[in-house]
């Protein structure tokens, strides 16, 4: 690595929480060129989130989701 890529993250590790996030889904893309698939996941992302909104399904925090699949398969 040459010293501007080192000189690069220290300075996008400054950046707040939002501006990373932008800038890593920005990075994740140029990795992922669109496709169908790809185009399907993001549909169905934005259906999920539609529907969340709407009040059609309830939010479950992350360790009560696994609690529940272990129970499941206990």
């Keep these: 690595m040459s010293t501007h890529i080192y000189d690069l993250e220290v300075e996008v590790l400054s950046l707040g929480p939002a501006e990373r996030a932008h800038l890593l889904e920005r990075l994740i893309e140029s990795f992922e060129p669109s496709s169908k698939i790809q185009d399907a996941w993001v549909s169905e992302a934005l259906r999920?989130?539609?529907?969340?909104?709407?009040?059609?399904?309830?939010?479950?925090?992350g360790q009560e989701a696994v609690a529940r699949v272990r129970a499941r398969l206990a």
Excluded: D, F, T, Y
């Design 48 to 61: 999920r989130e539609a529907e969340v909104h709407a009040g059609k399904v309830v939010l479950v925090p």
